[in-house]
């Protein structure tokens, strides 16, 4: 089946520590996304990735970290700099810029 | 920056009812604009994506107008059902998504 997997789906990190969230996708896309969702509030762009090795910050990037080393693989690290990470973290992708985006499952992120 | 708004926030209805959802953007320079639905705690399901070239597009009982000039895009659900109760969502592409906050709909049987 393809698709966008994210995992796990729930999360749970105490204050300090540094927790990483995963996204795959067997799409064959270009292009990476994270975006954050808050209770009320529309998707919030955190950082994304156009091609391998190399991405851009979105409107929220304080605080996060992302790599992409692989096509299918685009995990998203959320630092302790992060002062409000409990959200909802959703991942998607898309064959180009300007096409049809796709969501993986969600990430519920809560810091205890 | 663009901004998008959705009204109502929530909206709800008996079954059989027309729904008719709202979004406004501020800036028309777009490539396109897609409507999602998201069930509680689940991820976003794409269910239409018009290109600034179209007026509108349709799948099933939906149809999304769009109409760059004024910013607005609509979304009809015909002949509403209780599994139509859900979050939908429009988001537009001037390169990066921009997302509306919103309708949550409850469809009553």
């Known amino acids: 089946d393809g698709g966008i997997t994210q995992s796990p789906k729930y999360l749970f990190r105490k204050e300090g520590q540094n927790v990483t969230l995963s996204c795959e996708q067997n799409?064959?896309?270009?292009?990476m996304y994270w975006y954050r969702q808050d209770p009320g509030q529309g998707l919030r762009l955190i950082y994304y990735s156009q091609i391998v090795n190399d991405f851009q910050k979105g409107d929220i990037a304080e605080g996060y970290s992302v790599s992409r080393e692989k096509k299918e693989s685009f995990p998203l690290t959320v630092t302790s700099a992060q002062k409000n990470p409990t959200a909802f973290y959703l991942c998607?992708?898309?064959?180009?810029?300007?096409?049809?985006?796709?969501f993986g499952p969600g990430t519920r992120l809560t810091v205890l | 920056k663009q901004e998008v708004t959705q009204i109502p926030a929530a909206l709800s209805v008996p079954e059989g009812e027309n729904l008719v959802l709202n979004c406004s953007f501020t800036d028309s320079a777009i490539y396109n604009l897609q409507w999602f639905r998201q069930d509680p705690g689940k991820g976003l399901t794409s269910l239409l994506l018009i290109q600034s070239s179209q007026r509108e597009q349709t799948s099933g009982r939906l149809n999304a107008s769009l109409d760059k000039s004024s910013g607005r895009s609509t979304l009809y659900i015909a002949a509403s059902q209780p599994g139509d109760s859900a979050t939908y969502l429009c988001?537009?592409?001037?390169?990066?998504?921009?997302f509306g906050a919103g309708t949550t709909v409850t469809v009553r049987a």
């Open positions: 799409l064959n896309h270009d292009a």
């Open positions: 988001a537009v592409n001037d390169y990066k998504l921009s």
């Open positions: 998607a992708s898309i064959p180009d810029g300007i096409n049809e985006q796709f």
